[in-house]
């Protein structure tokens, strides 16, 4: 009797906490996608004040405001802006360096990405005057001056600025033309592949204007048809596909007081690319950033703002590519006699300091973990902070260590994956955190990592969420036959049983550099993979070969052969998975969006005796098809690495097609042309091969708006319930 108690005890556990869990609410994707239960809030719009005591943010709902909040409190002391009272609507806003002035906008207009329109106002914070900088018209990156005195805008591809004082506006460029030239704002795979849409910047003293012109004459034209109307209208804009003429770009300089523009040296080689401009401490010193077509060779250039004349600094060239992200972090110390940047010429991204003529002074971090976020430079206490790696690939945390390289220490100790916003005297910073469990969590710290105040901890969605069946994400990590360790998460039934066997959807991105295995909140998609969940689906997510956390080598190996490694890598994964005594081997799919959906699309073909089943959203079918910077980054052009681009396109394996195949796509995508899915059917239909494919009418790469979220992953989830 007594050996039989546990068994019976054991079992009455188990017993309760199944009934437990069906007590619960499974997630519906009325949850996900109509009602947002799942939805985070955060805390946006911080801007640090310049007496280092306050910082004020965004606050309310119908017409917003900017509160004052004391750092050594947390507590709200003033409204500085009421929109109410003032009549307008903003959403955004920024003071000059003496915060005697601020720029509202409002009526925001996007165009791509990070592009954007809208109309704003310049509020005069002494006397509380308003007054439009257009009256009622929307203009692009309207920017203070640092002298408080001007704002420079971009309108029509040319470059303006206005004066506060008088109301006077002056053009400084006058040959912009659409689809031709563009003055102060990158062209359309600038601002998609360098993450830029503000392309100039006014000098330390505000005498001068640096900005990047964009010729774009002779870039092939990408038509798309906008339906609608009784007759459908054309949308033509420049898109540079791999191995297709680029923009020629110069850098420029604009003396206000003379009124000339002067063009800076960039080097005889035309078929370039310039996309960083930065003022160093000196006002008439000029960096950028210059990258050879191929992308294996990045140089950092000061030029005489005066006379053009240019210098290199530093040159760095790798035998795949150099990646610009990871050399994105410059930051010129005040006294002009050095900088500090990141690279990551060691195999992992570190933080290096130089003096103005380029000669190392040292490597201040090292070891085989990443730099992902250089937060800022101390130059009083001689200290940097920095976010990486070095816990786990999985997770970002902050340190802190001084110039000299000794002294690291870390500042925030639980797990999770933190971001950081300092303040510009480095005395507190704004810490937001997340666990793949836990959302966002907001607080004030000041510099030792002491919390003042916590702002956010999104209780109420904690608290919903406790509602709901929801099963944890799981960790693993495994070898593939190379012996290559792989990292994945594994989302479980709330009610799994281990004695059952369950069908699996593995969720998949794998484009070079990113990242989805992470402890870190997942938003929106987690939820809708829980919902999966609760209907008897095992979700698993790897994160292959050509992935980023990890280092150069992990991400540069599939270098020149996009899609080989990756797919090898979600086919040994998707074997790894079937290997499991709960999962049906024989039923396990695969989805993805974008380079997921290009994943998803050769996983299914080449792997047609693993997976049963493959959703492909906006997918990459032939990157002949894409644009020059991102794919020939890593393919090289078309003409010098034709195997590159087709011998891992899914066009060139439709024959290989078996299972279930749901090919979607928006047919006003911007990014990824429906170009892509249209020849892919073409294939698909050649070959013989029955599949399902729905398109989305001028919807975007994102396919969203109105109903069509809800939309898009109600079908999804009944392919899903049919096909797998």
Not at 118 to 142: C, F, N, R
Not at 319 to 328: A, G, K, P, Q, R
Not at 503 to 521: D, I, K, T
Not at 645 to 670: A, E, F, M, Q, R
Request: hydrophobic share 35%; aromatic share 12%.
């Amino acid at each position: 009797m007594s050996q039989k108690l546990p068994i019976l005890l054991c079992w009455f556990m188990v017993a309760s906490l199944a009934l437990h869990a069906q007590q619960k609410k499974n997630v519906t994707l009325e949850d996900v996608f109509k009602t947002s239960t799942f939805s985070q809030k955060g805390v946006y719009g911080i801007n640090w004040m310049k007496d280092g005591k306050y910082y004020s943010t965004l606050s309310g709902e119908n017409a917003a405001r900017v509160v004052k909040v004391n750092l050594a409190t947390g507590e709200e002391e003033a409204v500085l802006v009421d929109g109410e009272k003032l009549g307008i609507r903003f959403s955004d806003y920024s003071f000059n360096s003496d915060e005697t002035f601020a720029l509202l906008s409002s009526d925001v207009e996007r165009v791509y990405r990070r592009s954007s329109k809208a109309v704003y106002h310049v509020l005069d914070m002494t006397s509380g005057t308003i007054q439009p900088l257009l009256e009622g018209e929307k203009v692009s990156y309207a920017t203070l001056s640092p002298d408080n005195t001007k704002v420079a805008y971009v309108k029509d591809n040319n470059l303006f600025y206005k004066d506060l004082k008088t109301g006077s506006i002056t053009q400084v460029t006058h040959d912009g033309k659409t689809n031709e030239i563009i003055n102060g704002a990158a062209d359309w795979v600038y601002e998609e592949e360098f993450s830029m849409a503000q392309a100039f910047a006014w000098s330390p003293q505000g005498d001068k204007i640096a900005f990047i012109r964009f010729d774009e004459t002779e870039v092939p034209v990408f038509n798309m048809q906008i339906w609608g109307d009784l007759y459908p209208s054309d949308y033509l804009f420049k898109y540079p596909k791999a191995g297709e003429k680029n923009a020629q770009v110069g850098i420029h300089v604009y003396h206000l007081n003379m009124g000339k523009t002067q063009k800076m040296n960039a080097g005889e080689e035309e078929d370039i690319y310039l996309p960083r401009i930065y003022w160093t401490g000196d006002n008439n010193t000029l960096a950028f950033i210059r990258l050879n077509r191929l992308q294996n060779q990045l140089d950092l250039l000061h030029a005489d703002a005066s006379t053009g004349t240019s210098r290199l600094i530093l040159h760095e060239e790798s035998t795949t590519y150099v990646d610009l992200d990871y050399n994105d972090n410059l930051q010129y110390l005040s006294d002009n006699k050095s900088f500090i940047t990141t690279s990551e010429k060691s195999g992992y991204k570190h933080i290096y300091h130089y003096d103005m003529d380029g000669k190392l002074i040292r490597q201040v971090t090292s070891g085989d973990w990443e730099v992902t976020n250089l937060v800022g430079v101390d130059e009083k206490n001689k200290k940097i902070y920095f976010e990486s790696t070095e816990v786990s690939p999985l997770e970002r945390h902050l340190y802190v260590i001084n110039l000299n390289g000794t002294g690291k220490k870390r500042l925030n100790m639980a797990s999770g994956s933190y971001s950081t916003n300092m303040s510009p005297d480095f005395k507190y910073y704004i810490s937001s955190h997340s666990t793949a469990s836990t959302p966002l969590q907001v607080s004030l710290h000041d510099a030792s990592g002491k919390t003042i105040k916590v702002l956010e901890t999104n209780e109420d969605l904690q608290k919903r969420m406790k509602e709901f069946a929801l099963g944890e994400k799981e960790f693993f990590n495994f070898n593939t036959v190379d012996g290559t360790s792989l990292n994945g998460y594994l989302i479980k039934p709330a009610n799994f049983d281990e004695t059952k066997r369950y069908p699996v959807l593995m969720y998949v991105y794998g484009g070079p550099g990113s990242q989805n295995v992470r402890n870190a909140w997942g938003g929106t998609r987690d939820f809708w993979h829980h919902h999966l969940a609760a209907q008897g689906y095992l979700i698993a997510c790897v994160d292959n070969r050509g992935t980023g956390g990890r280092g150069r080598d992990f991400k540069h190996v599939t270098y020149a052969n996009l899609g080989k490694l990756e797919t090898e890598d979600q086919i040994a994964a998707a074997k790894h998975l079937g290997g499991l005594s709960f999962v049906d081997s024989d039923r396990i799919g695969i989805w993805g969006w974008s380079y997921g959906g290009y994943m998803s699309s050769l996983s299914l073909m080449l792997g047609h005796d693993v997976f049963k089943t493959a959703i492909a959203v906006a997918p990459v079918t032939t990157w002949r098809y894409y644009d020059t910077i991102y794919t020939e980054r890593y393919l090289q052009t078309p003409q010098l690495n034709a195997k590159g681009y087709d011998d891992y396109s899914p066009i060139t394996h439709v024959d290989k097609l078996k299972g279930n195949y749901l090919l979607i796509h928006g047919t006003g995508d911007d990014n990824v042309h429906f170009q892509n899915s249209v020849d892919l059917l073409n294939a698909l239909v050649a070959a013989d091969k029955q599949f399902e494919t729905f398109y989305y009418p001028n919807r975007n790469h994102g396919i969203g708006g109105g109903n069509t979220t809800w939309h898009l992953y109600n079908m999804m989830t009944d392919f899903i319930k049919r096909k797998l």
